[in-house]
């Protein structure tokens, strides 16, 4: 599990202007964690993911990903090293569909050299394309046109999307936000299940708590564009400062010490 | 999922053509040379639409093709078709890949009239330039082949019809690749295929080139069937916007799309020019209106629909 940190941040800053979105960032990641972060509207949750998966320019600081520099790559490069993300606003192929849309990442992933010049109804893609729907379970929306799925599969399909390139660590930016909380936990649970099976670390953002102590081994709290605090969900969710300036005072921390791995 | 007949549709056509050719009268084998060459043009419009560009000057490859051929023919005496083609394609993917780096890093209006601009330079180099021809251009001597000089113009049209049928199967093959997939994808979400590891500027810069090469090839086959190349008629603003008229008119969805597009188009504006010579562009105008409002997906949504409709 541990050794070397897969992902590495040092010193990291960025600025708007006279907005500080990311003070000092440290953070060492090992592979196999899955780790949540957390914090109130505009503490800087999306910029970190941002600048770790190319789609801004750190203001200065140090991003390795497996010893490598990737500071300031550009998203392509970025992925073609082995990471990958969502966004908190689903990205897919609006107009084709379910089908289509991973067919098509399946593709281009695979586009090195002449095989981009394949056609893209290939066996082995077709075959996988199957497999890939199947473990998300969104295989019964194989034919629906991606712009009218429901948030939830929408969701789905965007983080199987995101896995097509195989990346060694993945960072979700919500993953739930959009969903009812009644699906929460089952969307989660595909998600995990499927991510589980291919050794991936995962990075998520969160704003349910409940979900957070659910399925993480570390929680990373933002406020204000610094990291105040970086523990396992036990102590992180008790801590004085994650309770002013994240949860908020009446999060109920008694009923779901007990209670929180059982059910669901 | 149904299965795709469009090459052997093509085939059967290039057949047919290709034969009948032979028993029609002249009139409308220039009509259909005149269709089937801008028809290239229109190809390549179509693979750019569906990346969701429109480019408003492509009649600046149509003018280079065109001019290579007379340039080729006035200086140096070269009239072999082939070799025509072949230097209108090469000058034009040589032009397209320079301005590619720079049109790649534009999107909708702005990718469109930064291609108008870059045609309206051609345009004021040729009309200024006597030696290039000015307002008047070139008349261009009647092509060769491989060193037969056949009579009439029967060799020409089997040529056009033989390259149009090549590069519509090429295309169809292109649309199936990963890389004609990136069409599509590219206007659904450049994020997404970012994010997929591929360079969208990249996506778009062979795109462009290659509309780039087929409506060079329109250029220099149009110029070699009339005979003559002027910059009104073929670099001119209008000419681009009569590209993009056409491929409005024939639809996105097949690419045997821009040849029935091409050639109605042609047939509609002579006879609408034989009916009313003073208001044919009324007839045109309308035709389009009436295509953008009734037949969104174009002249080839009616032979989809009868094509579904047999099946
Ligand atoms: N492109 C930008 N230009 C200017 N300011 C920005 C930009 N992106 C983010 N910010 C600012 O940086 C701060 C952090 O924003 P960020 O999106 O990272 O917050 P967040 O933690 O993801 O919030 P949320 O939970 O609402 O998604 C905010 O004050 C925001 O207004
Ligand atoms: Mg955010």
């Not at chain 1, 907005?19 to 999306?46: F, L, P, Q, R, Y």
């Not at chain 2, 000057?57 to 072999?80: E, K, M, Q, R, T």
């Not at chain 2, 086959?221 to 002027?230: H, I, R, S, Y």
């Amino acid at each position: 599990m541990s050794g070397d940190p897969i992902l590495q941040v040092i010193d990291l800053q960025k600025t708007f202007g006279a907005v500080v979105a990311a003070k000092d960032i440290n953070i060492d990641v090992s592979t196999g964690e899955v780790i949540g972060i957390i914090g109130a509207n505009g503490a800087g949750k999306t910029t970190f993911v941002n600048m770790v998966t190319g789609y801004l320019k750190p203001s200065s600081g140090t991003i390795r990903f497996e010893g490598r520099d990737i500071t300031g790559k550009p998203p392509r490069l970025v992925t073609q090293t082995g990471i990958s993300r969502s966004f908190q606003v689903s990205q897919v192929f609006t107009s084709m569909t379910v089908y289509d849309n991973l067919l098509t990442a399946l593709a281009i992933t695979d586009s090195r050299g002449f095989n981009a010049l394949r056609p893209i109804q290939r066996p082995d893609l077709t075959r996988r394309c199957e497999e890939t729907l199947v473990r998300y379970q969104i295989d019964q929306y194989h034919d629906s046109e991606a712009s009218t799925l429901p948030q939830g599969v929408r969701k789905l399909l965007d983080i199987a999307m995101a896995m097509v390139s195989k990346p060694r660590i993945l960072l979700l930016d919500e993953p739930t936000s959009g969903v009812s909380a009644e699906e929460k936990f089952n969307i989660m649970d595909i998600i995990m299940g499927a991510l589980k099976a291919d050794q991936v670390t995962v990075l998520f953002i969160e704003h349910d708590m409940e979900i957070v102590e659910r399925y993480v081994s570390r929680v990373v709290a933002f406020y204000q564009g610094e990291v105040i605090c970086d523990k396992p969900p036990e102590e992180a969710l008790i801590d004085s400062r994650v309770r002013e300036f994240v949860i908020g005072e009446e999060y109920p921390l008694e009923v779901r010490e007990a209670g929180s791995h059982a059910d669901h | 999922m149904s299965r795709d007949r469009t090459i052997p549709g093509l085939t059967v056509a290039l057949a047919v053509c290709a034969i009948g050719g032979y028993f029609i009268p002249d009139w409308l084998m220039n009509q259909m040379m005149f269709g089937f060459a801008r028809a290239l043009a229109i190809l390549g419009l179509l693979v750019l639409w569906r990346t969701g560009l429109v480019s408003f000057g492509h009649a600046l490859y149509f003018g280079l093709g065109a001019y290579a051929v007379a340039l080729l023919d006035i200086n140096l005496g070269i009239s072999d078709a082939f070799v025509r083609l072949g230097v209108a394609m090469l000058v034009t993917g040589g032009v397209g890949t320079l301005l590619g780096f720079i049109l790649r890093n534009y999107r909708d209006i702005f990718f469109a009239m930064l291609s108008l601009a870059f045609s309206m330079v051609l345009y004021g180099i040729l009309v200024k330039t006597e030696a290039l021809g000015s307002t008047d251009g070139f008349t261009v001597s009647p092509p060769t082949f491989l060193s037969a000089a056949p009579e009439g113009k029967y060799p020409l049209f089997v040529l056009i019809c033989v390259f149009g049928w090549l590069a519509a199967v090429l295309v169809q093959g292109y649309l199936r690749s990963t890389l004609g997939r990136l069409t599509t994808a590219v206007r659904d979400n450049e994020i997404r295929v970012e994010y997929l590891g591929y360079s969208v500027a990249r996506a778009i810069h062979i795109k462009y080139v290659m509309s780039a090469v087929l409506t060079g090839a329109a250029g220099a086959l149009t110029a070699m069937a009339l005979g003559q190349v002027d910059p009104d008629s073929m670099v001119n603003w209008t000419a681009s916007g009569e590209l993009v008229f056409v491929t409005i008119l024939s639809g996105p969805g097949s690419v045997a799309a821009p040849f029935i597009g091409s050639l109605i188009f042609e047939l509609l504006r002579t006879y609408a020019f034989e009916l009313v010579p003073h208001a044919w562009q009324m007839i045109v105008g309308g035709t389009l209106l009436a295509v953008i409002f009734f037949l969104p997906g174009g002249i080839w949504s009616l032979f989809a629909r009868a094509l579904k409709a047999d099946k």
